[in-house]
């Protein structure tokens, strides 16, 4: 019987009657009285030096407040970066400035040259058109592998190089890596890339600066997934404001995937202007612009070898990777080829050596940063794509080989060659339960169905790891993230009971607002109505470091599991004072505290009345109030995982691909809300196949970006996708966390690629294209024919 | 600046334009109405999406002198007379078709338009009439099993989780 309250509950989400309603209150909704408009004349060109720049014409133009260029910014820092990466030989990566206005260059097409402050939109838009702009182009770095050559263009004349750092993970294993490969009895290469991919949620980014004269505080109304970190960020190291005089709000944020984390330009540059112009200023991105100026995600060019031994087990893994940078460095993106990327390489095998190299590279593109999944994509599809390789040389079963590899249930915790260590899993029982529900001893009648229809059917197997709930903070800290990322969690009990719980986590479509409170309900046995979240507001909610990596319910939620927990602690001291009684025989049942053996109780509400109305209370042992705080800071990533199968239907006549089926079997331990998780996987499988059939960032050789629109980036429309079939049933909670959780934002990004790519290599082999050994993402049309005709 | 009057979820309302002031501007900023969104700039999201003169029209696509005279209906005019969630609105949130929010009054102005020309569309037909409307988040998964079960339609025999 399902539950219909509390942990594990499908509740319905609360928020979701705003949004329904128009209700909703988003960054572009909000308008200050005496609002002015925000518009960035960008780059056109990919790489420039900019002689002159010339603003009087256009700053008397009508309407006209002011135009900020680099000059304005001068005596403030860069946007910063958050991640330093340690390169093989013991340096520190190359780390460019990133200014906030260009300055003296253009590195890329859309690179923010001015800014116009107007009291209309179009008014400021008209003057940007008016600004005197002389730029002298220059050669052009794009491709990554040219961009190292001696003698190359380079992106920052300030570097020794296009080189951002040359890593060696595990540096120690290179040599054994390089021997046991040279020594097996099969090796399988793969060379393939990870296409470069636009986050694109749904609601561009935003910026609304607001300053107020008479106490010096500035706010900034932001699209953001973590408000606190841009507070850090922009306060600390752009715009020189102490956390105290800086308020970061993002309201009802409509969608991440990632490209929301960072701190972007027009953010400082909104926070500055409004106190320039002495009015508020706001930004909003056009979708166009958001094209050229969201980090983008993904763009490595892999090389991956899998030695075998006879025995058909994995020995050894060596993968080179080159990872698009752009043209500076985005907040976290050195640590998404490295740290992100390196350390899932074992995947769910118990492969002993593994040596990543990853040589990250400036050209003149957008910057790239993490996008749902950030590393984990890129390093389980290479992993999942060459074991399937290996299984068609070999002659072998996919799934056997997988199996014959997989880490055992009995040995758990697994410590990786590649420094992490996997609490729990149950690999086989996902792989099972996924070729179950797919109906795999079926697949060949399904087939031969469609070889009569005239079309070829495959069938693809994939596999994933992810390490999430991205924390602990000693440990990347040594990894040379420059930030803490615990969470934290404020439990408000009110007077009469009600809660209010204030998280450093953002919730921007994953149901903060409904689930949280079911663990909280659960642990209290009071009505989920009774609580509320308070979130997205650094004014509101203790410092943290908000949502991305899998990590809310993870990292935020145990957080607010301790904070609970002390509530308890407290709640039960008062009612051993009322029901005069010994604390340690108070049990908290259905919402009531109640005398161990006895029918002595007292209601939630009772306890929490005399916490703050303290006529009858302990005061000489106890504070009146009912309100903790906690920050938690977990001891190791969680490690969901989980089978991820997939049938197509290739047309032999065009190349196109149909997904007829897809199923997922994920392992994401204990889940608060199934209807939730389920919708979480539903949309990561949908981008998973966007960047495998359909999504393509792509540049023209002099840096202009041809995918700047809906009309030339591909989204996944509704007639493109199946119906999903997942399943999260087989669970081996985390070891470490107090609900037992794994996180499942990201999972169907990462495991869904490689399922697809699979299963068309598959359906073409059937087919006798045995010579097409790998096409790379996405699989289009012209793509899929070429290969199968070439 | 020319004057428009149309009707708006039944009120009737007026301003002052610029030729080219689009529809949506001119019920997100004149009107407040800021429940209907806008996503893109090439017509292509569908967030935008209001119905006029009973037909779905992306508001984006629209200059507010066009629609003088209209009667224009958004997302905010949507819910029962009583506030309470229209059939599709609470079909949305029982089967979860949304999740940041932001496509989702165009997806339910969408749905509403389809429901009136095809009451009781099959899987393929809401796929199909969804090829204006892009959602990021939820896959399309449960709002093509919200549309079904607003229909009236038994999804627990359609739709796997």
Redesign the interface.
Same mark, same amino acid.
């Given at each position: 019987m399902p539950k219909d309250n509390g942990i594990g509950a499908s509740t319905?989400?609360r928020?979701? %009657?705003? /949004? =329904?309603?128009?209700?909703?209150? @988003?960054t572009?909704?909000i308008n200050i009285h005496g609002q002015t408009y925000a518009y960035f004349l960008r780059s056109d060109v990919a790489h420039g030096t900019i002689n002159s720049l010339g603003t009087e014409a256009a700053s008397k133009m009508p309407g006209v407040l002011q135009i900020l260029t680099s000059k304005d910014f001068e005596a403030v820092g860069g946007l910063p970066c958050g991640w330093q990466v340690t390169d093989r030989h013991g340096q520190p990566m190359q780390e460019p400035k990133h200014p906030v206005l260009a300055e003296g260059k253009v590195r890329h097409v859309g690179d923010p040259i001015a800014m116009v402050v107007a009291e209309s939109l179009?008014q400021a838009r008209d003057a940007a058109a008016a600004i005197e702009v002389d730029i002298t182009e220059l050669d052009v770095v794009m491709d990554m592998k040219s961009a190292l050559a001696d003698g190359a263009t380079k992106v920052h004349d300030d570097l020794s190089s296009n080189l951002c750092y040359d890593w060696g993970f595990v540096e120690e294993n290179r040599e054994a890596v390089d021997e046991a490969i040279k020594n097996a009895a099969h090796v399988t290469t793969l060379e393939l890339v990870n296409n470069r991919l636009v986050a694109? +949620? #749904?609601? +561009?980014r935003v910026a609304v600066g607001d300053y107020n004269a008479a106490t010096d505080e500035h706010t900034l109304y932001t699209t953001s997934q973590n408000p606190h970190v841009i507070r850090l960020l922009m306060g600390a190291f752009v715009l020189g404001i102490p956390e105290h005089k800086l308020r970061v709000v993002a309201p009802?944020? &409509? &969608?991440g /995937?990632g490209t929301k984390i960072y701190h972007y330009a027009e953010e400082a540059a909104c926070t500055l202007a409004a106190k320039l112009c002495g009015r508020p200023v706001k930004w909003?991105s056009?979708?166009?612009e958001a094209f050229v100026s969201d980090a983008h995600g993904r763009d490595h060019v892999t090389k991956i070898e899998l030695a075998l031994d006879a025995d058909h087990k994995f020995t050894a893994i060596r993968t080179d990777t080159y990872a698009n940078m752009g043209a500076y460095l985005s907040t976290f993106a050195p640590s998404i080829p490295t740290w992100l990327h390196g350390t899932l390489m074992a995947g769910n095998y118990t492969t002993p050596l593994i040596y990543v190299n990853v040589k990250a590279v400036f050209t003149n593109t957008t910057p790239v940063d993490a996008y749902r999944g950030a590393g984990r994509p890129e390093a389980t599809f290479q992993l999942e794509r060459v074991i399937d390789k290996a299984a068609r040389e070999l002659n072998v079963d996919p799934a056997e080989l997988r199996r014959i590899n997989f880490i055992k249930p009995e040995q758990f915790p697994y410590a990786t060659p590649v420094a992490v260590e996997y609490d729990t899993g149950n690999y086989h029982a996902t792989l099972d339960k996924a070729l179950d529900m797919i109906d795999a001893s079926g697949f060949e009648a399904r087939a031969a169905e469609s070889k009569a229809n005239g079309k070829l059917r495959g069938l693809g197997i994939a596999h994933f790891i992810e390490a999430c709930g991205i924390a602990p903070s000693n440990l990347v800290g040594q990894l040379g993230a420059r930030a803490g990322l615990y969470e934290s969690a404020t439990v408000r009990v009110n007077a009469t009971g009600s809660i209010s719980v204030l998280t450093g986590s953002h919730s921007? &479509?994953?149901?903060h607002e409904t689930t949280y409170p079911q663990v909280v309900a659960e642990m209290l046995g009071i009505d989920e109505g009774m609580i509320d979240i308070v979130h997205g507001d650094t004014s509101k909610t203790p410092m943290g470091m908000g949502t991305y990596g899998s990590r809310s319910i993870a990292v935020g939620g145990s957080a607010m599991v301790r904070a609970t927990e002390k509530i308890i602690n407290k709640a039960k001291k008062i009612a051993a004072h009322l029901l005069e009684a010994s604390e340690a025989d108070i049990e908290l049942k259905d919402g009531a505290f109640s005398v161990a053996g006895t029918d002595k109780s007292v209601a939630w509400g009772d306890v929490t009345l005399a916490a703050y109305v303290p006529h009858n209370y302990p005061l000489e042992d106890i504070e009146p109030g009912l309100e903790e705080t906690a920050f938690y800071d977990p001891s190791n990533f969680t490690y969901p995982a989980g089978a991820y199968l997939c049938e197509v239907e290739v047309d032999p006549d065009t190349g196109k691909v149909d997904v007829l089926e897809f199923v997922a079997a994920d392992d994401f331990g204990n889940v608060i809300n $199934? #209807?939730?998780v @389920?919708?979480q996987v539903? *949309? *990561? %499988?949908?981008?998973g196949i966007g960047q495998a059939l359909l999504e393509n960032c792509a540049y023209d050789e002099n840096g202009q970006l041809l995918s700047g629109? @809906? !009309?030339d980036y591909t !989204? $996944?429309?509704?007639?493109d =996708?199946p !119906? /999903?079939?997942?399943?999260h049933s087989c669970i081996t909670p985390c070891t470490h966390n107090p609900l037992g959780v794994k996180g499942c934002g990201e999972a &169907?990004a990462i495991g869904s690629p490689p399922a697809i790519v699979n299963a068309v290599i598959d359906a073409l082999h059937r087919a006798g294209h045995t010579h097409v050994t790998h096409i790379d993402m996405p699989l289009t049309p012209s793509r899929v024919w070429a290969a199968m005709n070439g | 600046m020319t004057s428009v009057t149309m009707t708006v979820n039944g009120k009737p309302v007026s301003g002052d334009v610029e030729g080219r002031t689009l529809l949506v501007q001119f019920l997100r900023e004149d009107q407040k109405l800021t429940g209907t969104h806008v996503g893109c700039d090439t017509s292509q999201c569908g967030a935008c999406q209001v119905h006029v003169n009973g037909k779905a029209v992306k508001s984006c696509t629209m200059l507010a002198l066009e629609a003088d005279g209209a009667e224009v209906t958004t997302i905010e005019g949507m819910a029962n007379a009583d506030g309470s969630l229209s059939v599709i609105q609470q079909a949305f949130q029982d089967h979860h078709g949304l999740q940041c929010g932001f496509c989702t009054p165009g997806m339910v102005m969408t749905a509403a338009a389809l429901l009136k020309e095809n009451p009781k569309p099959t899987e393929a037909d809401i796929r199909h009439y969804l090829e204006g409307n892009i959602c990021r988040c939820t896959g399309y998964h449960n709002i093509v099993k919200a549309i079904l079960a607003a229909s009236g339609q038994d999804v627990a025999q359609i739709a796997a989780e």
């Open positions: 319905k989400r928020e979701d %009657v705003r /949004f =329904l309603t128009g209700k909703g209150q @988003y572009d909704d179009e694109n +949620p #749904m609601e +561009p009802d944020v &409509g &969608g /995937f909003t056009s979708r166009s921007h &479509g994953q149901g $199934p #209807m939730i @389920y919708g539903h *949309g *990561g %499988v949908a981008q629109s @809906y !009309m !989204m $996944p429309r509704a007639d =996708l !119906m /999903f079939n997942v399943d &169907g | -």
